[in-house]
């Protein structure tokens, strides 16, 4: 055999090289955006807008404390009579004659999204390990066609169902409401939720859960303590799918809600400063907007590229 023979399977050091170059580039490419919604949080209003655009700017908050406040124009006599600034944005509202009014509906906003994203996630991922469960242990009738039709619900475009359940939540009373979205964001997710799970739990040996039960576990209990820890990979990397859907949809949360169950997608674009868009603080509400998901997505991290290998490998 030629010493410079190979693995067919194990890829060449110029193939690795190539590989990584590529993915850098890439990496670096769809982080630029994200870089660039940073930066902007941390310029003033003018250099927001400056044409060219200002990549070395001095930093400030402005943008922060816009998203967090309500300002109104006051005559330079009403600011000076008051007493000193409190805080920077004080200061800084008050030199565009300016005075803080009070806080913005941003922080509501955010606290509904949280709300509504882990709400329609944990029962999205409960409903869904249930179904999956079911759908891999028992013989249920017509099963391939149940699945598909589990599946279809996610093949249909979402404006072609708005109308229908605006008119339904309307007469349900569901309309701007936390309740209702949860559970159509449920609705949406639990299908894709079935899917994942039942592939991961057909990989999960049924000779752990019949040792347990002939040891005396009932069929809940082997399912509680031995089915659900051998899945986690596979309920951890749903979850994140499931959490980032509810986390930035847009479309049905414009059209269900107005104020009491508002997002924070469709209040960011909203945010109007003086003379139109206020850059600075839509940035820093995106900013802060991309906090949880990110924190959440790199706590399961280690779970999500272990479930979407699972089963890849078989010896």
């Given at each position: 055999?030629?010493?410079?023979?190979?693995?067919?399977?194990?890829?060449?050091?110029?193939?690795?090289?190539?590989?990584?170059?590529?993915?850098?580039?890439?990496?670096?490419?769809?982080?630029?955006?994200?870089?660039?919604?940073?930066?902007?949080?941390?310029?003033?209003?003018?250099?927001?807008?400056?044409?060219?655009?200002?990549?070395?700017?001095?930093?400030?908050?402005?943008?922060?404390?816009?998203?967090?406040?309500?300002?109104?124009?006051?005559?330079?006599?009403?600011?000076?009579?008051?007493p000193p600034a409190a805080n920077f944005c004080d200061e800084v509202t008050r030199k565009r004659n300016m005075v803080i009014a009070g806080a913005s509906n941003f922080m509501p906003r955010f606290l509904n999204s949280l709300i509504i994203?882990?709400?329609?996630?944990?029962?999205?991922?409960?409903?869904?390990?249930?179904?999956?469960?079911?759908?891999?242990?028992?013989?249920?009738?017509?099963?391939?066609?149940?699945?598909?039709?589990?599946?279809?619900?996610?093949?249909?475009?979402?404006?072609?169902?708005?109308?229908?359940?605006?008119?339904?939540?309307?007469?349900?009373?569901?309309?701007?409401?936390?309740?209702?979205?949860?559970?159509?964001?449920?609705?949406?997710?639990?299908?894709?939720?079935?899917?994942?799970?039942?592939?991961?739990?057909?990989?999960?040996?049924?000779?752990?859960?019949?040792?347990?039960?002939?040891?005396?576990?009932?069929?809940?209990?082997?399912?509680?303590?031995?089915?659900?820890?051998?899945?986690?990979?596979?309920?951890?990397?749903?979850?994140?799918?499931?959490?980032?859907?509810?986390?930035?949809?847009?479309?049905?949360?414009?059209?269900?809600?107005?104020?009491?169950?508002?997002?924070?997608?469709?209040?960011?674009?909203?945010?109007?400063?003086?003379?139109?868009?206020?850059?600075?603080?839509?940035?820093?509400?995106?900013?802060?907007?991309?906090?949880?998901?990110?924190?959440?997505?790199?706590?399961?991290?280690?779970?999500?590229?272990?479930?979407?290998?699972?089963?890849?490998?078989?010896?």
């Amino acid at each position: 055999m030629s010493a410079a023979a190979h693995s067919v399977i194990e890829p060449s050091s110029t193939s690795k090289r190539i590989a990584g170059g590529i993915v850098v580039v890439y990496a670096i490419l769809t982080m630029i955006p994200l870089f660039w919604i940073i930066a902007t949080s941390f310029k003033t209003p003018p250099d927001s807008i400056a044409y060219p655009p200002k990549v070395v700017f001095q930093p400030s908050i402005e943008g922060y404390c816009n998203l967090f406040t309500t300002r109104t124009r006051q005559t330079a006599e009403y600011i000076n009579a008051l007493p000193p600034a409190a805080n920077f944005c004080d200061e800084v509202t008050r030199k565009r004659n300016m005075v803080i009014a009070g806080a913005s509906n941003f922080m509501p906003r955010f606290l509904n999204s949280l709300i509504i994203a882990f709400g329609s996630t944990f029962c999205a991922v409960f409903l869904g390990t249930l179904a999956a469960y079911g759908f891999s242990r028992f013989k249920v009738p017509l099963a391939d066609d149940l699945l598909f039709f589990i599946l279809s619900t996610r093949m249909m475009p979402p404006i072609a169902v708005a109308i229908p359940i605006y008119l339904m939540y309307r007469e349900l009373g569901l309309s701007d409401t936390a309740l209702g979205m949860i559970l159509l964001y449920t609705a949406v997710n639990v299908s894709l939720a079935v899917w994942l799970l039942k592939g991961f739990i057909d990989e999960i040996p049924r000779e752990y859960e019949e040792a347990a039960m002939i040891d005396g576990y009932s069929r809940l209990q082997s399912f509680w303590k031995v089915v659900l820890p051998q899945a986690t990979t596979g309920i951890a990397a749903t979850a994140i799918f499931c959490m980032i859907f509810a986390w930035n949809e847009y479309a049905f949360v414009s059209l269900l809600t107005s104020g009491t169950a508002q997002t924070a997608p469709p209040f960011i674009p909203t945010i109007i400063g003086e003379g139109g868009q206020d850059w600075p603080a839509v940035a820093a509400g995106t900013t802060i907007f991309l906090v949880p998901i990110l924190v959440f997505t790199i706590l399961l991290r280690k779970q999500l590229l272990r479930g979407i290998t699972f089963g890849a490998v078989r010896k």
